[in-house]
C-alpha cells in the first residue's frame, strides 16, 4: 500500500503537469498558514494588540464596543443601570498601593489556610468559600483569621471600584449592587487538577455567572515581575486585546456576550486579582462581609 502511494506521487499521471502539482502544493501551504493565522481557536489569534501594559501607570483608558441585542432587551427592566453604553475601562489610580498591599495580605493570609492542589484557588470572604486541595472549605469554620480593618479595607476599596463604574456609565450609583461571586484568585503554572483550576478557557461573565452586568477586576501583583503568562485577554472578533496587570489596577467592563474573555495561563510566579462583580438586579445584590463575631463561626 505505502509502495503504492510513492510511486502515484513520483510519476504524474497522465494529463497532470508538474506546475500543476506546485499550484496545489501552494494552495495546501497557503491554508495551512491561513489555518494558523485565523484559526477557530480564539487563543491562538495571532494578531495581538495591548491596551493596557503593566509598565504604565492609566489614570484612565476606556473602549467602546456595541451592545449586544439581548442588552436592549434587558434595557427595559433596568433602565437606570444599562444605560446604553457597552465598553471597558483601565484605570490605576482608584485604588491606592498601600490599600493593595492590604488586600494582598488579605488573600495571602487567608490562601495559607488552603489551597488548590491545581493551578487555581480562590477565597470568597461573602461565603467563607476557601479553595482545599480539590474542593471547597469555609474559612470561617476553620480559623479566625481577619481583623474589622481588613473588611473595612475591602469595602472602602469595593465602593471606589462601584463609584467609579457607575460614573463611567453614567448611571446613579443606587442603580448598581454588588452580586455574588466576589472573590480573591490566586493562579499559578501548577497543572489542573479540576475544572476549577482551568482558568484559562474563554468565557463571558454574564453567561458562567449568570447575575453579573459590570465586571471588574482589581490586580494585585504585576505581570513581568512577580510572575509571566497571566494576561487578561478580550477576544475581540478583529484582534485579541490584552491588560496585562499591574498591582492596583482596576479593570472593569459591561459583562454580556460583546467581552469574551479568558486569563492566559500563568507560566512562572504567582498572580493575585480580585473579581469583584455587580448586577442591575436588586434581587441578586449580595451586602458587604462582616466579621464573624465570636462563636458565630
Ligand atoms: O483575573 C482575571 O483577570 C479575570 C478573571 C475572570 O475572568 C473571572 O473571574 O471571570
Ligand atoms: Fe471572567
Given at each position: 500500500m505505502i509502495g503504492c502511494l510513492f510511486s502515484r506521487a513520483s510519476v504524474p499521471a497522465p494529463g497532470i503537469s508538474y506546475r500543476r502539482i506546485v499550484a496545489r502544493l501552494s494552495l495546501v501551504f497557503i491554508f495551512l498558514i491561513a489555518a494558523k493565522f485565523?484559526?477557530?481557536?480564539?487563543?491562538?489569534?495571532a494578531k495581538s494588540v495591548t491596551?493596557?501594559?503593566?509598565s504604565e501607570s492609566l489614570r484612565q483608558k476606556s473602549h467602546e464596543v456595541q451592545c449586544p441585542l439581548d442588552y436592549h432587551t434587558e434595557r427595559v427592566t433596568f433602565p437606570k443601570c444599562l444605560t446604553g453604553r457597552c465598553g471597558r475601562y483601565v484605570m490605576?489610580?482608584?485604588?491606592r498601593q498601600d490599600e493593595a498591599q492590604h488586600l494582598l495580605r488579605i488573600a495571602q493570609s487567608g490562601l495559607k489556610h488552603g489551597g488548590s492542589s491545581g493551578g487555581a484557588s480562590i477565597l470568597d470572604l461573602h461565603s467563607g468559600a476557601l479553595s482545599f486541595e480539590t474542593k471547597f472549605i469555609n474559612i470561617y469554620k476553620i480559623a479566625d483569621v481577619f481583623t474589622q480593618e481588613d473588611f473595612d479595607v475591602y469595602k472602602r476599596v469595593k465602593n471606589k471600584i462601584h463609584s467609579a463604574i457607575a460614573t463611567s456609565f453614567n448611571m446613579q450609583p443606587e442603580a448598581l449592587y454588588l452580586t455574588k461571586p466576589t472573590f480573591f484568585s490566586r493562579m499559578n503554572s501548577r497543572e489542573a487538577k479540576t475544572v476549577h483550576d482551568e482558568y484559562w478557557h474563554v468565557h463571558i461573565d454574564k453567561e458562567t455567572y449568570g447575575s453579573f452586568h459590570y465586571t471588574s477586576l482589581l490586580y494585585l501583583s504585576n505581570y513581568?515581575?512577580?510572575?509571566s503568562g497571566g494576561r487578561f485577554v478580550f477576544v475581540d472578533r478583529a484582534a485579541n486585546v490584552t491588560v496585562e496587570p499591574r498591582m492596583g489596577r482596576v479593570s472593569f467592563f459591561t459583562s454580556g456576550s460583546e467581552h469574551p474573555h479568558f486569563v492566559e495561563r500563568v507560566e512562572s510566579g504567582t498572580r493575585y486579582a480580585i473579581t469583584i462583580s455587580f448586577t442591575c438586579d436588586p434581587n441578586k445584590a449580595i451586602s458587604d462581609p462582616i466579621l464573624p463575631s465570636e462563636g458565630q463561626s
Amino acid at each position: 500500500m505505502i509502495g503504492c502511494l510513492f510511486s502515484r506521487a513520483s510519476v504524474p499521471a497522465p494529463g497532470i503537469s508538474y506546475r500543476r502539482i506546485v499550484a496545489r502544493l501552494s494552495l495546501v501551504f497557503i491554508f495551512l498558514i491561513a489555518a494558523k493565522f485565523f484559526g477557530s481557536e480564539e487563543t491562538d489569534k495571532a494578531k495581538s494588540v495591548t491596551f493596557a501594559k503593566s509598565s504604565e501607570s492609566l489614570r484612565q483608558k476606556s473602549h467602546e464596543v456595541q451592545c449586544p441585542l439581548d442588552y436592549h432587551t434587558e434595557r427595559v427592566t433596568f433602565p437606570k443601570c444599562l444605560t446604553g453604553r457597552c465598553g471597558r475601562y483601565v484605570m490605576d489610580e482608584v485604588v491606592r498601593q498601600d490599600e493593595a498591599q492590604h488586600l494582598l495580605r488579605i488573600a495571602q493570609s487567608g490562601l495559607k489556610h488552603g489551597g488548590s492542589s491545581g493551578g487555581a484557588s480562590i477565597l470568597d470572604l461573602h461565603s467563607g468559600a476557601l479553595s482545599f486541595e480539590t474542593k471547597f472549605i469555609n474559612i470561617y469554620k476553620i480559623a479566625d483569621v481577619f481583623t474589622q480593618e481588613d473588611f473595612d479595607v475591602y469595602k472602602r476599596v469595593k465602593n471606589k471600584i462601584h463609584s467609579a463604574i457607575a460614573t463611567s456609565f453614567n448611571m446613579q450609583p443606587e442603580a448598581l449592587y454588588l452580586t455574588k461571586p466576589t472573590f480573591f484568585s490566586r493562579m499559578n503554572s501548577r497543572e489542573a487538577k479540576t475544572v476549577h483550576d482551568e482558568y484559562w478557557h474563554v468565557h463571558i461573565d454574564k453567561e458562567t455567572y449568570g447575575s453579573f452586568h459590570y465586571t471588574s477586576l482589581l490586580y494585585l501583583s504585576n505581570y513581568g515581575s512577580d510572575f509571566s503568562g497571566g494576561r487578561f485577554v478580550f477576544v475581540d472578533r478583529a484582534a485579541n486585546v490584552t491588560v496585562e496587570p499591574r498591582m492596583g489596577r482596576v479593570s472593569f467592563f459591561t459583562s454580556g456576550s460583546e467581552h469574551p474573555h479568558f486569563v492566559e495561563r500563568v507560566e512562572s510566579g504567582t498572580r493575585y486579582a480580585i473579581t469583584i462583580s455587580f448586577t442591575c438586579d436588586p434581587n441578586k445584590a449580595i451586602s458587604d462581609p462582616i466579621l464573624p463575631s465570636e462563636g458565630q463561626s
